[in-house]
Nanobody
Framework: QVQLVESGGGSVQAGGSLRLSCAAVGNIVGINAMGWYRQAPGKQRELVANITSGGITTYADSVKGRFSISRDNAKNTAYLQMNSLKPEDTAVYYC????????????WGKGTLVTVSS
């Protein structure tokens, strides 16, 4: 059994910062990558950032230069530091865990709401 425990969401004014955390707990046999997706009202879910076990990062163009993803491998935890937040960053943010080749499918968190007001 694997669970993802997300924290750090909330409300902030434009230009502010938030830090999301995602801890993978349970039967963690090996992590290939961890990442964050988001879904805004009326829009499709989109990749925000991803980090591999080797530390290679990927970012959506819309967050490059503002968001930073990192990992603590010893704690099986990923972080998303979000700076210079904009109202268009408002969404539910979901953590995702890739345990390839140990698991055929990804694990998803329940999501944490980030609201940015202008």
């Amino acid at each position: 059994q694997v669970q993802l425990v997300e924290s750090g969401g909330g409300s902030v004014q434009a230009g502010g910062s938030l830090r999301l955390s995602c801890a993978a707990v349970g039967n963690i046999v090996g992590i290939n990558a961890m990442g964050w997706y988001r879904q805004a009202p009326g829009k499709q879910r989109e990749l925000v950032a991803n980090i591999t076990s080797g530390g290679i990062t990927t970012y959506a163009d819309s967050v490059k230069g503002r968001f930073s993803i990192s990992r603590d491998n010893a704690k099986n935890t990923a972080y998303l530091q979000m700076n210079s937040l904009k109202p268009e960053d408002t969404a539910v943010y979901y953590c995702v865990l890739d345990m390839t080749p140990y698991s055929p499918s990804d694990y998803w968190g329940k999501g944490t709401l980030v609201t940015v007001s202008s």
